[in-house]
């Protein structure tokens, strides 16, 4: 934790039982394993994923971390928290073209020190091509790169760690699925007899599970863990949702005093209790739900 010198950060992070009638009646035990309460400004995945990153550019002797997002990026503001904190200069490479004033996410980036670039969306596309990635370093120099996302072998050894702190016995972790890097680590460090399930946010996220194992490839050499993708709770696609997910939220709300990120985690609690209901699970199994949060800034 040392990173970050002086930042609390709440690890590990919490656990605490979801007691709901649905469940007790399909005789299912649910978790919820709260790593979106890890810190404000950089929740959930986001410290996970980064955690590594930091150390690899302090043994690199790199002071400047430089990433890509969307103009809403989690990573983006977590990034430039991570900076801010940690004594690194921080550069976001932004999708598409400068609209003034900023919005929120990119205001909270710029207050943290990020200096902000934008590319066109046709050259953002080919962001890690050497010709980008050799005229960003023409631009700005000497700097840590961070991919999109910041799902890498860095990202995964962090995201690994997650199953080890649950001190109560499981079967099944559900994560919400984004760039697939969460997936990919956690289900490295479950044991033979656990299994994990992504939730893909966005639609058509069958592909996502190819890009998963690549990654697990890269780090581990194999395919590592049990582990699947459940395709069917998109909502529409990537920041969409629909009366039934607005539904889901409100009822979860009144009934847990827990409102859902209706972007990432509201669509992976929706899959955990339709796969209750369906009967997928035997009685007596125990679910951990990880919920990483949404980053939402603390006073906007």
């Not at 649910?30 to 410290?47: A, F, M, S, T």
């Amino acid at each position: 934790m040392g990173e970050l010198g002086s930042v609390d950060l709440q690890l590990p992070s919490p656990v605490s039982e979801l007691v709901d009638g649905r469940l007790a009646a399909a005789g299912v035990r649910v978790l919820l394993k709260r790593d979106d309460l890890i810190h404000p400004e950089i929740p959930g995945n986001k410290w996970r994923k980064l955690k590594y990153n930091i150390s690899t550019a302090r043994t690199l002797a790199c002071d400047t971390l430089l990433t890509f997002g969307g103009a809403y990026s989690n990573h983006i503001r977590a990034t430039a928290a991570v900076g801010s904190y940690g004594g690194f200069k921080t550069i976001g490479v932004i999708r598409g073209e400068e609209h003034l004033p900023l919005n929120p996410s990119l205001a909270y980036a710029v207050a943290r020190g990020m200096r902000l670039s934008y590319l066109d969306r046709t050259t953002y596309r080919a962001k890690t091509s050497p010709e980008v990635i050799g005229s960003l370093h023409r631009e700005f120099g000497d700097f840590y790169l961070l991919p999109e996302g910041g799902s890498n072998s860095d990202a995964l050894r962090g995201c690994a760690e997650v199953p080890a702190e649950l001190a109560v016995p499981f079967d099944v972790l559900f994560c919400a699925v984004g760039t697939g890097g969460t997936l990919a680590g956690v289900a490295a460090g479950l044991t033979t007899r656990q299994m994990a399930i992504g939730v893909p946010v966005l639609k058509g996220g069958a592909f996502l599970e190819d890009e998963i194992v690549e990654m697990q490839q890269r780090l581990y050499g194999e395919r590592v863990g049990t582990w699947h993708l459940e395709c069917g709770y998109h909502f529409g696609g990537y920041a969409k949702r629909t009366p039934e997910l607005d539904d889901f939220i409100e009822d979860f709300h009144l009934k847990h005093g827990l409102r859902l990120d209706w972007v990432y985690e509201a669509k992976m609690m929706h899959a955990v209790f339709d796969q209750v209901a369906r009967g997928t699970f035997a009685r007596g199994t125990t679910i951990v739900a990880l919920l990483c949060g949404s980053g939402e800034i603390p006073g906007l």
